[in-house]
């Protein structure tokens, strides 16, 4: 099969743009022809993929969407793709990957009820009708089921959602690697042998609720707030973030250290991983937590949260989210005996279940799109209004 695959923005540090470059990696591997396309790219560039950087021009969010789906609208024609597969919401696609929360009701539950007129919303609203509406016939691949109802709800949306299981990587270290990284990264930030060290993971810090993280750490007892650190790895603006650490003291404590390739290595390093986001569709860096034994703190709101709860191996924050009960939440992670605990009982889930088939059962729903496919092409649907 030719198959075009549909991204706004490339770089390498982003959950959805990973899973982006590994399903179509995986649909090459299976003999398919893949071409990428894209506004930028940022990082190095597969080469088992064809890459098409479109380029990115406007002044705003609109403007520059527009623009794509203008050139997508002009060049797919020719490219003469068996199947499109889109990992932004947009129209014409064959098979839609979602990592988003549903716009409409996050703008309802969010937003004063005059945005719904602002053009803004006309558009967004447009580009998320345009895969979900009744009628549509573009196939919806999904990580987790909590958003299905809601998409019904909004769209009243036909059975044609398919959920993924997660992806992560199968891990296997000995006790002495992991006690080896902790020590080389200790060593190498000139940090004490014996110290904690909690890990935030994530390319947006305000949503993924890196606030709500430093406080915690902030209110952490005296004695054990001394001796732990907070390793933040992720690409996002982080000017707010650092002086909410200074005005708390924790200046020397917090770290930021940007989009990071060994992360793998600070999750073997760290003591507990603590993610209290204020929405996540899914958080997959909750799941491949547990393949290292690294206990965690999330939220309810997580989709992947339920993993953490069902294996046992963390603390899941009840909604709403109370600051207090992350505290003591915190205090209770970096008990020894709890972590030991909960260190085991995660290794144990990730032996057990599948955690790692995502991107193979992705193919596995193109192919199976591309093969009944029937009639008119969808590549002729309009482009949103607004």
């Known amino acids: 099969m030719k198959l075009g695959f549909i991204l706004f923005d490339y770089f390498p540090f982003g959950g959805l743009q990973r899973d982006c470059v590994k399903i179509a990696r995986t649909c090459a591997a299976r003999g398919h022809s893949v071409t990428l396309l894209t506004r930028t790219w940022r990082g190095d560039k597969p080469a088992d993929l064809h890459v098409t950087v479109v380029g990115r021009q406007g002044f705003s969010n609109i403007s520059r969407n527009r ?13 003469q793709f068996d199947g499109v597969v889109g990992f932004n919401k947009m129209p014409g696609l064959d098979v839609y990957f979602g990592a988003d929360p549903c ?7 969010t937003r004063p009820w005059w945005c719904r007129w602002l053009p803004r919303y006309r558009h967004f609203a447009s580009l998320e009708r345009a895969v979900f509406a009744r009628g549509v016939r573009t196939q919806i691949m999904l990580l987790t089921p909590q958003e299905i109802p809601v998409y019904q709800k909004y769209y009243e949306t036909e059975d044609r959602f398919h959920l993924l299981p997660p992806n992560v990587t199968r891990r296997t270290f000995s006790a002495d690697e992991q006690a080896a990284a902790r020590r080389r990264l200790r060593s190498e930030n000139n940090w004490p042998a014996n110290g904690r060290l909690l890990v935030f993971i994530g390319s947006d810090f305000k949503r993924k609720g890196l606030d709500r993280a430093i ?14 650190r907070l390793a933040v790895l992720g690409q996002s603006r982080s000017g707010s973030f650092q002086r909410l650490a200074a005005s708390l003291e924790l200046g020397a404590q917090v770290h930021f250290l940007g989009g990071r390739h060994d992360v793998p290595d600070w999750m073997l390093a760290a003591d507990a991983l603590i993610h209290p986001a204020y929405s996540e569709t899914a958080g997959m860096v909750l799941v491949e937590a547990l393949t290292f034994g690294l206990p965690v703190l999330t939220t309810e709101v997580c989709g992947y949260a339920f993993h953490i709860a069902k294996a046992g191996a963390g603390i899941v924050l ?6 207090e009960q992350c505290n003591a939440g915190l205090v209770e992670m970096l008990a020894p005996d709890k972590a030991s605990t909960w260190r085991v009982n995660g290794l144990a889930y990730a032996a057990k279940e599948d955690l790692y088939s995502c991107h193979e059962r992705a193919a596995e729903i193109i192919e199976e799109t591309i093969r009944r496919k029937r009639g008119p092409s969808i590549l002729a649907a309009p482009a949103p209004a607004g």
């Open 67 to 79: 623009h794509f789906l203008r050139q997508l609208d002009s060049r797919l024609p020719a490219l």
């Open 215 to 228: 406080r915690a750490l902030s209110a952490l007892p005296a004695g054990l707030r001394e001796h732990t």
């Open 318 to 323: 009840p909604s709403p989210f109370d600051q």
């Open 103 to 109: 716009y409409l009701a996050r703008i309802e539950r």
